[in-house]
């Protein structure tokens, strides 16, 4: 039986390579959201409104268990977006990942797809990326907005135009010459929230969205410390204000709505360049990617931002669709964001490069049902270190606190059981595995010491 499901899956990989050949190669469009959670996708959540992602989810396979591998500094977004440019690892980033120039040291997108064919165009966010990998796309648009700056709002609400760059591209007669391979990644949803007026309507009054399960006030009242990095800076509001923690609930659900609000604009646009594609006749040979480059917590567990292992955190919505992708499909397999690069390899026949450490989705593109990962090692900076199995999660702090939930029953981890005697063994046996998966993962700045006699409360 495994013999046969490997034949169909290199079947499959055989059809993808074969329609490259025939057609030049499939044309590839990435849609990236910034600061989006994995919950809010219409289909998966009814209290929100996107029906241009939940169209690509209808002509797709969505992936309902995609994770970062974390971050190693406050804007989680600088790694986790190089990651997902070049498939690489947390504890192995480029070395020029704040560089400014557009000769990246490791292969990315740009250098592994403009070289076989590709007409590479990023429009996107200029703050908090992998600058080198977008400088070397062969057309670059992008707006820098400082928080300082006297035009800030109006600079930050231009990005709601940012689609008519790709629509404007996608219809130029002379990019038809090449496969083209579009990065879209506008700084939408991140904060200040800026919701269309139409968009933040439909959340008002009696349609507020209702708050996270496990919301709470702050991370203490919940576990009883706080992190370090909880109010690295306010969560910004237009009209509302700056929020840091402790939180007022009353007001969250508001906030929330302009956050839900905020996403619904970006549907929009998503909308705007799926039609381009179909008036174009692009969509029959395009293979669609959108994701995001890291949750947010919205009061959960008491947090806001996204500066921790936590699931809201670091857990992220992905659909892939296109020539051969089956449509409607759900995955649950344990897959990370990264992964997305050599599958766009695989999919295309282009070389995957060597440095590339991550794993291919093509099998699961053929059978949604099939597996990827037994498990995942996370880890957000000094503070944190996470292992997940297909049912446990064990988080590590740097205080020595040791918490444990079990996802299948508790997927929002409302539930510490690491205070549960009947959980001993399994706690031991998990720390093992951290120990183990850091060391394969080259991380040399595990906080073992803290470990040694583990406590599973910050008293």
Not at 66 to 86: D, E, H, K, L
Not at 197 to 211: F, N, Q, R, S, W
Not at 436 to 441: G, L, P, V, W
Request: net charge neutral; aromatic share 10%.
């Amino acid at each position: 039986m495994k013999r046969i499901s490997l034949l169909i899956a290199f079947g499959l990989a055989a059809c993808f390579v074969c329609a490259a050949a025939e057609t030049n190669r499939p044309n590839i469009l990435i849609i990236l959201s910034d600061d989006q959670r994995a919950d809010c996708l219409g289909v998966l959540n009814p209290h929100i409104h996107t029906p241009n992602l939940d169209r690509l989810a209808a002509n797709g396979v969505l992936f309902a268990n995609c994770y970062i591998a974390g971050g190693n500094q406050p804007a989680v977004c600088t790694p986790s977006r190089t990651m997902f440019m070049t498939g690489c690892t947390l504890f192995h980033l480029p070395k020029d990942i704040k560089a400014t120039g557009n000769k990246p040291s490791m292969p990315c997108m740009p250098t592994i797809f403009g070289p076989a064919g590709y007409d590479t165009y990023y429009c996107g966010k200029h703050g908090n990326t992998y600058h080198p990998a977008d400088l070397a796309f062969a057309k670059y648009t992008c707006i820098n907005a400082s928080p300082s700056g006297a035009d800030y709002q109006k600079v930050v609400k231009k990005q709601d135009t940012f689609a008519k760059n790709i629509t404007d591209y996608l219809s130029d007669p002379a990019r038809k010459q090449k496969p083209f391979f579009i990065y879209y990644a506008p700084s939408i949803p991140h904060d200040p929230l800026f919701p269309e007026p139409a968009d933040l309507a439909m959340y008002g009054d009696t349609h507020l969205p209702p708050l996270p399960k496990t919301a709470a006030p702050d991370h203490k009242s919940v576990n009883g410390f706080n992190f370090r990095d909880t109010n690295i800076r306010t969560y910004d509001v237009p009209q509302m204000g700056g929020f840091k923690t402790p939180l007022d609930l009353k007001v969250w659900p508001n906030v929330l709505a302009r956050y839900y609000a905020y996403i619904t604009t970006f549907d929009h646009q998503v909308g705007e360049i799926l039609d381009a594609l179909k008036r174009t006749g692009a969509d029959r040979n395009t293979i669609i990617v959108f994701a995001s480059d890291n949750g947010i917590s919205q009061s959960d567990l008491g947090l806001i931002h996204k500066q921790s292992s936590y699931e809201q955190d670091i857990r992220v919505p992905l659909i892939i669709g296109g020539p051969g992708v089956p449509s409607g499909k759900r995955s649950d397999a344990l897959v990370l964001l990264s992964d997305v690069l050599p599958t766009l390899c695989e999919m295309t026949g282009v070389k995957t490069p060597p440095t590339v450490e991550t794993k291919s989705l093509l099998p699961i593109l053929h059978d949604p049902s099939k597996a990827h990962r037994e498990k995942l090692y996370l880890a957000y900076r000094q503070e944190m270190r996470a292992f997940r199995d297909q049912q446990y999660k064990i988080l590590l702090f740097d205080n020595g606190v040791v918490e444990l939930y079990d996802l299948l029953s508790d997927p929002v981890e409302a539930h510490n059981l690491a205070k549960d005697p009947e959980q001993a063994a399994r706690i031991k046996a998990m720390l093992a595995k951290v120990r183990h998966e850091a060391s394969i993962a080259d991380d040399k700045g595990v906080f073992w010491d803290a470990f040694d006699t583990a406590r599973t409360d910050p008293d």
